[in-house]
């Protein structure tokens, strides 16, 4: 039986890299990835400087 690698939840709903994550734990290295993203989009100047993107805090 899978497990959550981060929680140890047996709920697992996604693999990401090949682990196995619950949808919570996965939903949170979603959105750290999406910032890194927009954050290295925004320095490059690929998107407008409107986007507000530093003042996130991850729950």
């Known amino acids: 039986m899978l ?5 140890g939840s047996v709920k697992v709903t996604v693999l990401i890299n ?3 994550y619950c949808t919570y734990c996965g ?7 999406l910032i ?10 690929l998107i407008t ?3 507000n993107v530093e003042s996130h805090v991850d729950p």
């Open 3 to 7: 497990k959550c690698s981060a929680c």
């Open 18 to 20: 090949g682990r196995p």
């Open 27 to 33: 939903a949170k290295i979603l959105r750290a990835h």
């Open 36 to 45: 890194r993203t927009l954050l290295n989009m925004k320095r490059e100047g």
């Open 49 to 51: 400087s409107a986007v």
